[in-house]
């Protein structure tokens, strides 16, 4: 069987939601969209079960997943509805709905609810991809506490910058959506995972764990409170010696400037791992640090196998424990949520 194998250390899932709520003190959404960043939703659903506050997903098909499969904690759709008749749905399935734009706030207050609904407003404080604008948050708050088809309002919004060193721009959207929320009672919510950690102002009533859940730092500040949830391994399954100077894969990209053990891993391109992430990439063989070496091939790539490797047969690490799954993605010119977004073909397995 071809050894790729993709193993989601749900302890390890744990940990991270726990350092996360008490960094950010208070309630704490777990981010389970795009099937929990590639993890397995419904499973990582399952193993927060016990401790999670609630979920959070980007649209209604992802929630019904998970109440299909017995997930009973509030679930959060980040995107809202995009037609009217999807709040039978969220009415019937006990589900929380962000409200973003002005459509979407006329078709929830004509729904004929049979509960009242808990409702995110999110407001642009400054992304400029969705929500109120600061100037029309307060009378779509006041459309919304003024009804009776409304049991709660949460207000929100979403950072831009918040991964970046710069603060100004993060600095501002939490004065912008404070000064607009000045007179609008009630609960809030402003952290992702990146605020959470980076922001003390940011921490509000209610968190949003995504990326930093999985055990991925996206600040690259606080890695050491944070275990990686997936580790991508392979095996060496053939080597060669060749000579100085002979080139290494499709397109004769690298060339070896010494006589070079070379180590080939079943996994490429076409299972995920970035093709980009060629020469130069860190990959660990039996515990050890190396490097790929020439370009990525759909299945397959290729390694430099130095002398404590002992060859085919070695464990291979991809990216997990010994290499950040940040590296690859900084090898690789993409992110880190892309990578484990897309990984298949490989086996997975959950370690509970």
């Excluded at 904690?73 to 929380?96: A, H, M, R, S």
């Excluded at 004929?112 to 009378?139: C, E, I």
Aim: a negative charge; glycine letters at 8%; aromatic letters at 8%.
């Amino acid at each position: 069987m071809r050894p790729l194998l993709c193993e989601i250390r749900l302890g390890n899932l744990r940990h991270n939601y726990q350092t996360l709520k008490k960094i950010h003190g208070n309630k704490l959404l777990a981010v389970i969209k795009a099937d929990a960043y590639g993890h397995g939703a419904v499973r990582c659903a399952r193993a927060l079960h016990d401790i999670a506050d609630g979920f959070a997903v980007a649209f209604l098909e992802e929630a019904i997943e998970l109440r299909e499969q017995g997930i009973t904690l509030p679930i959060l759709i980040l995107e809202g509805v995009f037609e009217p008749q999807e709040y039978d749905l969220i009415d019937k399935l006990d589900l929380w709905t962000v409200v973003h734009q002005q459509a979407q706030l006329e078709s929830l207050l004509a729904h004929n609810w049979q509960k009242p609904a808990t409702v995110w407003l999110k407001m642009d404080s400054g992304m400029h991809r969705a929500g109120f604008f600061p100037h029309n948050y307060a009378a779509a708050y006041t459309a919304l506490a003024q009804s009776n088809k409304v049991a709660k309002i949460i207000k929100m919004s979403h950072f831009a910058c918040a991964d970046e060193a710069e603060r100004d721009i993060t600095d501002r959207q939490i004065e912008i959506f404070d000064l607009a929320c000045e007179d609008l009672a009630g609960e809030e919510s402003l952290a992702n995972s990146a605020a959470m950690l980076r922001f003390e102002t940011a921490r509000r009533d209610w968190g949003r764990a995504g990326l930093a859940l999985y055990g991925i730092d996206p600040t690259g500040e606080f890695s050491g409170c944070l275990k990686p949830v997936m580790r991508l391994s392979s095996q060496i399954f053939a080597e060669r010696v060749l000579q100085p100077n002979e080139p290494i894969g499709y397109g004769a990209t690298f060339y070896t400037k010494r006589s070079t053990r070379v180590g080939l891993v079943a996994c490429g391109y076409g299972d995920g791992y970035p093709r980009r992430a060629s020469s130069g990439t860190p990959i660990a063989v039996k515990g050890l640090r190396t490097q790929i070496i020439g370009r990525v091939s759909m299945d397959m790539l290729t390694v430099d196998l130095n002398d404590s490797h002992e060859g085919v047969g070695d464990v291979v690490e991809l990216f997990g424990d010994l290499i950040s799954v940040n590296e690859v993605a900084a090898a690789a010119g993409t992110i880190a949520y892309e990578i484990v977004c897309n990984m298949k073909r490989s086996k997975r397995i959950y370690i509970e």
